[in-house]
């Protein structure tokens, strides 16, 4: 069904990326959905929500214990930071 008309995003399209772990904020940036007109929001939400309330927590969980997150390398210690004069007198 076809949730969004202006963007033309459907429903199977939104719980795609709600189940990929996007949040509605992250959706509607990405699709577009609800910044048109702003009809379909509420709708889109409500998908949103259904899909996200369908992904029970302890299955999150055991997503985090087989990929742990990886932290980046602090920006102090990369290579790619300048660290020119001019930089460390600031």
């Known amino acids: 069904m076809i949730v969004c008309v202006c963007r033309r995003v459907s429903d199977k399209e939104i719980a795609r990326h ?10 509607q940036f990405e699709l577009g959905v609800g910044l048109q007109c702003g ?3 509420g709708c889109a939400r409500d998908v949103v929500e259904q ?6 927590v302890a299955a999150l969980r ?3 214990a087989v990929h742990p997150v990886q932290l980046a390398t602090p920006i102090l210690e990369s290579k790619a930071w300048n660290s020119s004069p001019l930089s460390s007198v600031a």
């Open 39 to 41: 009809c379909c929001e």
């Open 18 to 27: 709600a189940h990929a772990g996007m949040s509605f904020d992250e959706i």
């Open 62 to 64: 055991n997503e985090a």
């Open 51 to 56: 899909c996200s309330a369908s992904r029970p």
